[in-house]
């Protein structure tokens, strides 16, 4: 190629021998492109250091050539393995990652789906269950593939990518009832799918101990962002201020729980002597702290990977599931 002059897509046509329509599908729709093929085109691309025009190629294939993902945050390490799954995925079928976040508060659902959507999207992909009608109005009517994960929505917009809360909090409330643990609690803000993990894990307490769980809020108990590092003198103080006294407590994530690991070194509390701790989400740490945590492992990873397959089964008019649920496990480790 001359220096000067812009590498084509006839250019690349002819270097490997395909028309310039196969081309543009390698671009716009790699996944109707063979395999060998697409790879010989791919690289070919590559040694001429060819950048694709995706608006040009968008008016050929009708793809925008990106998945949208809206996480409720997208610093918090919870979404971290289905971000990355969603990105590896897009990676295989030619698309890029196109990434916005809540901050955990549903007001803000509305005016972020529907920025989103202005980008016109091959397929949606959110963290969490639109908890406003018109969101839900306005996904119905985009016309493309929309897949919810981390839940089991009775009344799912479109696909579901996910688990059972509910599964997974009884397993928990099971282990503690196991271990000849006699007074649960639950350290979580009432709020999204903490509201269902509760509402499991205390009938299996009540049919397994007895007893119903203390209800101990994270900070003002009004928004998740609050769950930290730092909860841990909150949840002591308030069971000092308490007639019960838990002797085991379920987290709604793994930072709460390490908090209460922390502070309860602080305090002189053995754990999980005197307080057998659980978390949620099995994070990179969890397996790190002293004494390591009991958590819920939760297949973020392949949760995002398979969002993406439905995804594409959509696009592509393939017959196969509209709901994919995965299996939490329960990492029994010294904390409980």
Not at 262 to 275: H, K, M, S, T, Y
Not at 317 to 334: D, F, I, K, Y
Request: hydrophobic content about 40%; some cysteine.
């Amino acid at each position: 190629m001359s220096e000067n002059k812009p590498t084509t897509l006839r250019d690349i046509a002819e270097r490997t021998g395909v028309s310039v329509m196969t081309v543009q599908r390698v671009i716009g729709s790699p996944h109707l492109v063979a395999e060998k093929t697409r790879n010989r085109i791919l690289k070919v691309m590559q040694d001429l250091g060819y950048i694709p025009n995706r608006n040009a190629s968008s008016l050929v294939s009708q793809s925008t050539g990106f998945l949208g993902l809206v996480v409720s945050s997208v610093t918090s390490p919870t979404f971290a393995g289905e971000i990355d799954g969603v990105a590896e995925f897009g990676l295989t079928t030619g698309r890029e990652l196109l990434l916005a976040q809540t901050n955990y508060d549903p007001s803000r659902e509305y005016d972020v789906v529907r920025a989103m959507l202005g980008r016109r999207p091959d397929g949606l992909i959110l963290t969490f269950s639109p908890s406003e009608r018109r969101t839900r109005q306005l996904l119905k009517g985009a016309a493309i593939p929309i897949v919810e994960t981390w839940d089991d929505p009775a009344r799912p917009v479109d696909m579901v990518s996910g688990f059972s809360n509910q599964d997974a909090a009884r397993k928990i409330a099971r282990h503690f009832a196991q271990a000849g643990r006699k007074q649960p609690a639950f350290f979580a803000q009432l709020i999204g799918r903490d509201v269902t993990r509760w509402s499991a894990f205390a009938d299996e307490c009540e049919k397994l101990m007895g007893i119903a769980p203390l209800h101990i809020p994270v900070g003002s108990g009004d928004s998740i962002t609050e769950e930290r590092f730092s909860s841990g003198p909150s949840f002591f103080d308030q069971v000092a201020d308490s007639s019960i006294k838990p002797d085991c407590v379920f987290c709604g994530s793994d930072l709460t729980a390490a908090a209460i690991i922390f502070e309860a070194q602080r305090r002189g509390i053995n754990v999980p002597g005197d307080l057998a701790v659980c978390g949620f989400g099995d994070l990179d740490f969890a397996a790190s702290t002293v004494p390591s945590l009991t958590t819920i492992r939760v297949p973020a990873y392949e949760m995002g990977r398979r969002a993406g397959e439905l995804i594409l089964a959509k696009l592509t008019s393939r017959p196969g599931p509209r709901q994919v649920l995965l299996e939490t496990e329960l990492m029994v480790r010294e904390s409980a």
